[in-house]
């Protein structure tokens, strides 16, 4: 049975409730990948962890190594992929600390390597990405939220900004009315490398903050950090019913 991998992104950088098995340093054609990938085992299955932004939070948005992350999970047996982002809300009715579970996307980003069909192969490949989330991945998260009642939005546009720096009000505007519901710095090209891959992949939104112009003052750092560790707490109990589900089919 394959693995089920974690990639966890800010405010979780570990899973406090897995059980370590092994850790290890894995290189790919593309480079090292953001680090060590953690092997374990939760909700009684054996799930693979890499943290997007370094075991230290240290590598920046559009620095990670996004193609050693999903080549890495792929080589090491991984068929289905939950991701999980720290994003800011832009629809009101998406609270802060709250999850979502995005269904679509809108890539802003650039000059990050995003697919696999570059220099390397030198080979024009064309993937379907109408539906950028794998159905039954995301049919599973949501069940796995009901399970433990958590609350979580079970529909949102994703809109994936260039970072590091949070964006200004006027962009956001310019979000909204693109259609975006949400807004953060990690979705792409992630998503798409992994459909490259054939690999079945989801996301778990937390809510860290409003965006930029959607409340009172600046964006605090602090006030995201008490969010994401309010959030995450739900993330890790809905991981755990979801693979749990996962288990049982």
Not at 109 to 132: A, C, L, M, N
Not at 178 to 198: F, Y
Not at 208 to 223: D, H, T, V
């Amino acid at each position: 049975m394959s693995l089920i991998a974690i990639i966890g992104g800010s405010g979780l950088t570990n899973l406090k409730n897995l059980e370590i098995t092994r850790r290890e340093v894995v290189r790919t054609p593309y480079g090292e990948p953001s680090a060590p990938m953690v092997y374990g085992r939760l909700g009684g299955r054996e799930v693979l962890f890499l943290p997007r932004h370094g075991a230290g939070h240290t590598i920046p948005p559009h620095e990670i190594n996004y193609r050693a992350n999903l080549w890495a999970l792929q080589q090491a047996g991984a068929a289905n992929v939950i991701a999980v982002n720290a994003v800011g809300s832009i629809k009101s009715t998406l609270f802060v600390t709250g999850l979502v579970f995005p269904d679509q996307i809108i890539d802003y980003t650039y000059g990050r390597e995003h697919t696999f069909y570059g220099g390397e192969q030198r080979q024009v490949t064309h993937i379907d990405f109408s539906e950028p989330y794998c159905k039954p991945l995301r049919k599973i998260l949501i069940s796995g939220a009901q399970r433990a009642n958590v609350p979580a939005a079970e529909h949102a546009t994703y809109g994936t900004t260039q970072g590091p720096r949070f964006e200004t009000a006027a962009e956001i505007r310019r979000l909204e009315r693109d259609g975006a519901d949400i807004v953060g710095m990690t979705g792409m090209p992630e998503a798409g490398l992994a459909r490259e891959l054939g690999l079945c992949y989801a996301a778990i939104a937390v809510v860290a903050n409003p965006a930029a112009g959607k409340a009172r003052g600046e964006i605090s750092l602090k006030e995201i950090e008490k969010n994401l560790e309010i959030g995450m707490a739900k993330v890790r109990t809905v991981l755990e019913q979801a693979i749990t589900l996962i288990a049982e089919e």
